[in-house]
């Protein structure tokens, strides 16, 4: 009980003024500036005997933005429709969807545009504030309880965007002086993230465990040594479910081990392996049978399996909660419009009450895994990446050349003629590690038998007719 | 907790401005000519240097009174105090981390301290569950706490509260109407809730390549682009922009979006006093004349960060000066119109259009449509090679996921109505509304002597409560009355500024402006708001009417 509520009521109601301590913090405080006042700058090279008018119009900025070529792919990117079952709509023709993060093919379900139709008429669109000021709608809350019952953690948090879930969740734990342990392929939001912290970033090769030991190890020496400091560095241990990048998933087990002996902080981005990993579309820890609790936080954007639109984060109420004051991207934005949130209840919803779901969709990314690994065409020019159960499957070219990149946005381009939608992922110059071209096959739960031999037999007719006239030249 | 006894603190403050009202030596105009946001101002001059003085409406502003300073200071330490003693006999189970024996603590002391045993303490004022449309009223889900603000529980009990919390300064937040319909419909038509790809993948469809041009149009300048949500507008664009050996002169007051891309950015930050053109000026004026601090190097580009209104001061961008300086030392400007998209200018078009400037004359708008839209998402608008630049660059565009088409459509049929696409006046007409509301607003509460911040013109009223205690006593006291208010304290604000913020919208009618104000009034004085010492207008404020829509 609050035994001090009577005092608490006094401050709030009656104050005796005194004021000599904030006197003297402003005199310190006056003192400390005019000790540390700057000096004037001596003349710069070059600059000597100018007038401050001639600096001032000889300056040349560089111009705000340079030219980018028309023909870039973010100026030309195909216009899409109706992304419905195992189609999606490309240009006006319709496609087999290869492409998009709609692992469950919810997208367009009836359930789901029904509740948020009924979403519309209630709420309107735009919640209009940020969840702080009148932002949180019921909703909101029904969306937090679920996803926390369903994955049997104690709390959730729901963000109004997936790239700024993650990219908010880790600067609000990590902070400047703290060490991250990184694999080096994780996705761009992380990056940011950690960037944000501004902490110590140590990156292990991918999926690489002794790496990732000899690190921790070396910076336990690095502790025994300071252990002052190393009292007050938090470590944290940043990893994803399945990777985007390769289709692998971590070696949980190991990073657990690895978690509790060197006592780092857990995080893993479940983007991808939420709704498709484990016997009901848990995660990567369903899929171990690691109990979730070893997991300090669970973060995952709401854009693939769940069709919609956001992200959330799972994990106990100690660490949950405190993204409700510094989680940037929560606290600073408008909340996820009703619509946007009643649509991944629903989503859920439909998870929950369907394994099969979850299940045709294992059974289809094991399909797919099996017929580009029997292809000869493929195993001559790519390899293959991505483990069995992932619904995100790449192609990386064996011998990578000035021109691969373009080779392989033709291949699609072809694809996608015959109406086969695949991807070459999109990255960014300053994404830091992993930046190997690759074609992308991504698998959602509709894809039918047909629909995949369909796709593969395009493929290696496309990429025959592509690398052929390179290979004899 | 509930039930404050200001009455002691109430009584000082009236004595303080006790004093008998004076006439305002500034004119009333509440004439009978139709008007909108930058039509009928009351100029000022401002002594701004060299600088143009252009005319602005009257901004208001006002000095802490010293003894309330004081007792915000005390009162603060005396909370922190409390707190700690709290903190040694109370720690209830969520405080606790179990199962990481061993581990470095999560949080820091300090922070974990100040929001279990500070912060905790006014926590009902914020994050309140609603219920509804946050339109002109809005329903409140109560909530009660059984143990001092460390869980809350549903009462069951809904109330419907005039909102003066909620961005909808247009009033398009509606559940009926063309808006809601035509929204509908994208959802029926089968376009998605979500489009489960990037820009640069699948994620572009033609409704946002539509919104895309319809901005751009709206905006008056030659191309926009569009992002899923306004803060990683912000977050992941500005990092495209800018690299090392960069300036960027900021304002102090700055968006905390702003302020998280230009620290992912890498570029040099200066910061300078809000709305200040005098030091705005110095800190570019050196930067030309010094150069990079280490090598002396000139400065690659330098790039001023503003917004159109500022959300936590209520104040408009200075942006005739800020233009001029732009051009003398060559910068560029980078201009944020979160709050000001919609709401400022005779055509809902911004802070340019509110004072008549070019809209080229800023390299880089960018807004979003969370607010005058009564939508989600963000833009960044420009020339041509700009947007460019951001489509093939932005983190975004790459990585994000592109709009959800049903959000997108929100905003294409809000923004035509603004722009009178759809063949009324419907858009003018709430234009005129929202304009006319924040000038009563404001004036009333002038009149009553409560010290508001920011411009005239700006429909987002901070009123000054100072005391931390008292944001809280407010809020609470404004909810009693189902008036919905947010308050802002420390962190977010200076700790001596502890404000209550309104947020006026063209669906609110005079009658309950009137109401919200009747019982600011009341308010004012159980708890001693009128700080004031203005000489307060002695004439019944009027509202401006016209004959163009019947608004009363
Ligand atoms: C100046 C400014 N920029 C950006 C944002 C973020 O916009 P959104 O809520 O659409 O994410 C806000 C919102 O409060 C803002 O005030």
Redesign the interface.
């Known amino acids: 009980?609050?035994?001090?509520?009577p005092?608490?009521?006094l401050?709030?109601?009656?104050?005796?003024?005194?004021?000599h301590v904030?006197l003297q913090v402003l005199l310190g405080l006056l003192v400390l500036w005019v000790l540390f006042k700057k000096s004037e700058?001596p003349g710069?090279?070059g600059k000597a005997g100018k007038s401050?008018l001639d600096?001032?119009n000889d300056?040349?900025?560089?111009?705000?933005?340079?030219?980018?070529p028309a023909k870039?792919?973010?100026?030309n990117?195909?216009?899409?429709?109706?992304?419905?079952a195992q189609h999606?709509t490309?240009n006006g023709v319709k496609c087999l969807n290869f492409?998009?993060?709609?692992y469950l093919a919810l997208?367009?379900q009836q359930e789901?545009?029904d509740v948020?139709?009924a979403a519309?008429?209630?709420?309107?669109?735009?919640?209009?504030?940020p969840?702080?000021?009148?932002?949180?709608?019921?909703v909101?809350?029904e969306l937090e309880e679920k996803l926390a019952q369903f994955m049997r953690t104690e709390a959730a948090v729901v963000y109004?965007?997936?790239?700024?879930t993650i990219?908010s969740a880790i600067p609000a734990?990590a902070?400047r002086g703290d060490i991250c342990f990184v694999d080096e392929a994780v996705?761009?939001?992380i990056q940011?993230g950690l960037?944000?912290s501004r902490s110590h970033i140590k990156y292990f090769k991918h999926n690489d465990m002794m790496h990732l030991e000899q690190l921790l190890s070396e910076q336990a020496v690095l502790d025994r040594k300071n252990p002052k400091k190393?009292?007050?560095?938090?470590?944290f241990l940043i990893v994803e479910g399945l990777y985007n990048k390769t289709g692998e998933m971590c070696p949980l087990p190991e990073i657990v081990d690895l978690k509790n002996r060197h006592?780092v902080?857990l995080f893993i981005d479940e983007s991808i392996s939420f709704g498709t990993l484990g016997d009901t579309g848990r995660g990567i820890t369903e899929y171990y049978n690691i109990p979730i609790?070893e997991i300090d936080l669970v973060m995952s954007?709401?854009?693939?399996s769940?069709?919609?639109?956001g992200g959330f984060c799972v994990g106990?109420?100690?660490?949950v909660?405190?993204q409700?004051?510094s989680g940037?991207?929560y606290?600073?934005?408008?909340s996820?419009?009703p619509?946007?949130t009643v649509?991944a209840t629903a989503a859920l919803n439909l998870m929950d009450g369907n394994p099969d779901l979850v299940k045709e969709l294992n059974e289809k990314c094991d399909q797919l895994h099996r017929l580009l690994h029997k292809s000869e065409t493929l195993a001559r020019y790519f390899r293959i990446s991505g483990c069995r159960l992932s619904p995100v499957k790449h192609l990386f070219p064996l011998e990578l050349k000035s021109g691969t990149e373009n080779e392989l946005q033709k291949i699609v381009d072809l694809c996608l003629q015959d109406g086969v939608?695949l991807?070459v992922?999109?990255?960014?110059?300053?994404d830091v590690k992993f930046q190997t071209p690759s074609i992308r096959l991504t698998v959602n739960s509709k894809l039918e038998a047909q629909d995949m031999s369909k796709c593969l037999s395009t493929l290696e007719k496309t990429v025959i007719a592509t690398f052929k006239p390179t290979s004899t030249s | 907790m509930k039930s404050l006894d200001l009455t002691s603190e109430a009584r000082m403050s009236v004595e303080m401005n006790g004093f008998p009202a004076k006439s305002d030596p500034l004119p009333v105009k509440n004439g009978k000519k139709p008007s909108t946001n930058g039509h009928t101002l009351n100029a000022e001059i401002h002594q701004n240097g060299t600088l143009p003085t252009p005319k602005r409406a009257k901004e208001s502003f006002e000095q802490v009174p010293i003894y309330t300073a004081i007792m915000t200071y005390l009162g603060f330490y005396i909370l922190m105090f409390l707190g700690y003693v709290n903190q040694m006999f109370f720690s209830p189970k969520v405080a606790r981390e179990t199962n990481r024996e061993g581990y470095t603590p999560l949080y820091d002391q300090f922070e974990r301290f100040y929001l279990r045993y500070v912060y905790r303490r006014v926590k009902d004022c914020w994050n309140k569950p609603i219920s509804s449309v946050p339109g002109a009223e809005v329903v409140v889900k109560e909530r009660v706490t059984h143990d001092y603000g460390w869980t809350f529980e549903f009462t069951g009990r809904e109330t419907k509260c005039l909102n003066l919390g909620s961005y909808n300064y247009l009033g398009f937040a509606e559940s009926t109407g063309k808006c809601a319909d035509d929204c509908i419909k994208v959802v029926e038509d089968k376009h998605g809730l979500g489009p489960c790809s990037s820009r640069h993948e699948y994620g572009t469809t033609e409704i946002v390549q539509n919104l895309e041009a319809l901005t751009a149009e709206f905006l008056g300048v030659e191309a926009a682009v569009v992002f899923g949500m306004g803060f990683a507008t912000n977050a992941l664009n500005i990092p495209t922009l800018l690299s090392k050996g960069c300036l960027v002169v900021s304002d102090e007051k700055n968006h905390a979006s702003l302020i998280l891309g230009l620290r992912l950015s890498g570029a040099t930050c200066k910061v300078f006093k809000h709305n200040n053109m005098k030091h705005l000026e110095k800190l570019l004026r050196e930067a030309v004349l010094n150069g990079q601090p280490d090598t002396g190097l000139d400065w690659r580009k330098i790039v001023i960060f503003v917004e159109g209104i500022y959300s936590m001061e209520g104040s408009i961008v200075h942006l005739p000066e800020i233009i001029a300086l732009k051009k003398k030392y060559k910068a560029y400007l980078y201009l944020d119109e979160a709050h000001s998209i919609g709401a400022l200018g005779p055509r809902g078009r911004g802070v340019t259009d509110y004072y008549g400037l070019n809209p080229k004359d800023v390299d880089i708008l960018m807004g979003t449509f969370t607010k005058s839209f009564g939508s989600a998402g963000g833009y960044i608008a420009g020339s041509k090679e700009i947007v460019d630049f951001i489509r093939v660059n932005s983190h975004a565009a790459c990585y994000a996921s592109a709009m959800s088409p049903p959000v997108a459509q929100q905003i294409i049929t809000s923004m035509s109505i603004i722009m009178g696409r759809d063949g009324t006046s419907e858009g003018l007409r709430r234009i005129t509304q929202l304009a006319r509301n924040t000038r009563y607003f404001r004036r009333r509460l002038h009149q009553m002597g409560v010290i508001i911040y920011g411009s005239d013109d700006s429909p987002v009223i901070p009123l000054l409560v100072y005391l931390f205690s008292k944001i809280g006593a407010v809020v609470r006291t404004l909810a009693d009355r189902k008036i919905a208010t947010v308050g802002v304290g420390f962190p977010a604000t200076p700790l001596m500024e502890g404000r209550i913020r309104f947020c006026l919208s063209a669906a609110h009618t005079k009658e309950q402006l009137d109401y919200a104000l009747d019982t600011i009034n009341e308010i004012a004085d159980e708890l001693g708001l009128k700080y004031s010492k203005k000489p307060r207008d002695p004439n019944p404020i009027l509202y401006e009417t016209d004959d163009l829509s019947g608004v009363e």
């Open positions: 009980m609050d035994i001090l509520e005092m608490y009521t401050v709030f109601t009656e104050l005796v003024p005194s004021f904030h700058k710069r090279p401050e600096i001032i300056w040349k900025p560089e111009p705000l933005v340079t030219p980018v870039h792919r973010g100026l990117a195909p216009v899409t429709k109706n992304q419905i999606i490309v492409a998009t993060n709609n997208v367009n789901i545009d948020a139709v519309i008429r209630k709420y309107g669109v735009g919640s209009c504030g969840r702080g000021f009148f932002g949180t709608v019921d909101h809350l109004s965007y997936g790239f700024s990219a734990y902070k996705n761009f939001s940011q960037v944000a190393a009292a007050k560095t938090r470590k006592k902080r609790e954007s709401m854009e693939g769940l069709g919609s639109i106990t109420t100690f660490v909660e405190h409700v004051l940037l991207g606290c600073f934005s408008a996820l419009p619509l946007l649509g939608a991807a992922p999109a990255f960014q110059l300053n």
